[in-house]
């Protein structure tokens, strides 16, 4: 592993970048936008998703889609979910056979309900060998260096292996799980309820309350996980509680403060136009919405959520809901 292009001039692409490049690959960024991209490789910085870094001198910029893949021996995807397909069925034709795919968008397509490695497979077909990279990784605290953990997933261990290799530092330590299916599902729902932890937060109902939609919030996650051919264990780990602890807590937690600004009263629409990027809990909420019905999964606070999010509940009529259900067994 040498040359490496990242797809998706974001938070997470850019951290990636800047990490790589500190580890001495040569690191290319590509983006959907020309004149955005132009404008961080002028400002050496990503002024509108990771301000305050400066970029490596070494970062390499490429805005042509047929150069963007030449001589690369590793491929990283860090675009939003929602928007995957269309990015990758453009530069589909430049893909080169066979060359790995590091995946770390967290989300669940709309419509086709598939995960982001199954979207670049469904796209690129037998061109696409993927590995799935995600955990408790706020890009602005790796940004500044300061530890973490990921795990590196794939069906192919030896694959996730080399992965774990290249992105492993002494401020984030990788570890490898062969479970790619918990480990994307994992990253994906602990968003919505991170929207509903920062509803908890905004309207100020206590940490005994957050405390208890953690916990339910994980069941709940994992009993759809399990159902969807998942790993119990995987949801226990760093890309399951760990990931959802960071997402629920995090000042900086876009879905968390999205959450927030509702609890605290803001229209949905207001909460949603308020955020200057991509709140992917609000798409993947509907995604996980159908599974647990397709599945027969019981998911009492996604359901709520969708229901704040997409059907006007209210959210004191949300919580009231959630306390008077039948009493059961933990």
């Given at each position: 592993?040498?040359?490496?292009?990242?797809i998706?001039?974001?938070a997470?692409?850019?951290?990636?970048?800047?990490?790589l490049?500190?580890k001495?690959?040569?690191?290319?960024?590509?983006?959907?936008?020309?004149?955005?991209?132009?404008?961080?490789?002028e400002?050496?910085?990503?002024?509108?998703?990771?301000p305050g870094?400066?970029?490596?001198?070494?970062?390499?910029?490429?805005?042509?889609?047929?150069?963007?893949f030449?001589?690369?021996?590793?491929i990283?995807?860090?675009?939003?979910?929602?928007?995957?397909?269309?990015?990758?069925?453009?530069?589909?034709?430049?893909?080169?056979?066979?060359?790995?795919?590091?995946?770390v968008?967290?989300?669940?397509?709309?419509?086709?309900l598939?995960?982001?490695?199954?979207?670049?497979?469904?796209?690129?077909?037998?061109?696409?060998?993927?590995v799935?990279?995600?955990?408790?990784?706020?890009?602005?605290?790796?940004?500044?260096k300061?530890?973490?953990?990921?795990?590196?997933?794939?069906?192919?261990?030896?694959?996730?292996?080399?992965?774990?290799?290249?992105?492993?530092?002494?401020?984030?330590?990788?570890?490898?799980n062969?479970?790619?299916?918990?480990?994307?599902?994992?990253?994906?729902?602990?968003?919505?309820?991170?929207?509903?932890?920062?509803?908890?937060d905004?309207?100020?109902?206590?940490?005994?309350?957050?405390?208890?939609?953690?916990?339910?919030?994980?069941?709940?996650?994992?009993?759809?996980?399990?159902a969807?051919g998942?790993?119990?264990?995987?949801?226990?780990?760093?890309?399951?509680?760990?990931?959802?602890?960071?997402?629920?807590?995090?000042?900086?937690g876009?879905?968390?403060?999205?959450?927030?600004?509702?609890?605290?009263?803001?229209?949905v629409?207001d909460?949603?136009?308020?955020?200057?990027?991509?709140?992917?809990?609000?798409?993947?909420?509907?995604s996980?919405?159908?599974?647990?019905k397709?599945?027969s999964?019981?998911?009492?606070?996604?359901?709520?959520?969708?229901?704040?999010?997409?059907?006007?509940?209210?959210?004191?009529?949300?919580?009231?809901?959630?306390?008077?259900?039948?009493l059961k067994?933990?």
């Amino acid at each position: 592993m040498k040359n490496i292009s990242i797809i998706g001039d974001g938070a997470m692409g850019t951290v990636c970048s800047m990490l790589l490049c500190e580890k001495g690959f040569s690191v290319r960024m590509w983006g959907y936008d020309a004149q955005q991209l132009a404008q961080i490789k002028e400002k050496r910085e990503n002024f509108r998703f990771l301000p305050g870094h400066k970029l490596p001198d070494s970062m390499n910029f490429e805005a042509e889609d047929s150069e963007i893949f030449k001589n690369t021996d590793l491929i990283i995807s860090a675009v939003p979910c929602q928007y995957m397909r269309p990015i990758w069925k453009r530069l589909s034709e430049h893909v080169k056979h066979g060359t790995p795919i590091v995946s770390v968008t967290k989300g669940i397509e709309n419509e086709t309900l598939l995960r982001p490695s199954q979207i670049i497979m469904d796209v690129l077909g037998v061109k696409a060998k993927v590995v799935a990279l995600s955990g408790p990784t706020i890009a602005e605290e790796i940004a500044r260096k300061l530890p973490a953990t990921a795990t590196a997933a794939s069906k192919d261990e030896r694959l996730a292996g080399v992965v774990q290799e290249v992105f492993n530092t002494r401020y984030l330590r990788v570890y490898r799980n062969s479970d790619i299916v918990g480990v994307e599902l994992a990253g994906a729902m602990k968003n919505v309820i991170a929207i509903a932890a920062g509803i908890v937060d905004g309207i100020q109902i206590g940490d005994n309350a957050k405390a208890a939609l953690l916990c339910r919030g994980l069941a709940e996650i994992t009993r759809l996980g399990v159902a969807l051919g998942a790993a119990e264990h995987t949801f226990s780990g760093l890309s399951g509680l760990g990931d959802l602890v960071t997402t629920c807590i995090s000042p900086s937690g876009r879905n968390r403060s999205l959450g927030q600004r509702i609890g605290k009263g803001a229209t949905v629409k207001d909460a949603i136009e308020s955020t200057h990027s991509v709140v992917e809990g609000v798409a993947t909420c509907k995604s996980v919405v159908d599974l647990a019905k397709k599945y027969s999964i019981d998911m009492p606070i996604t359901e709520a959520v969708y229901q704040i999010l997409f059907e006007g509940k209210s959210v004191p009529a949300a919580i009231e809901e959630l306390m008077n259900r039948k009493l059961k067994a933990e």
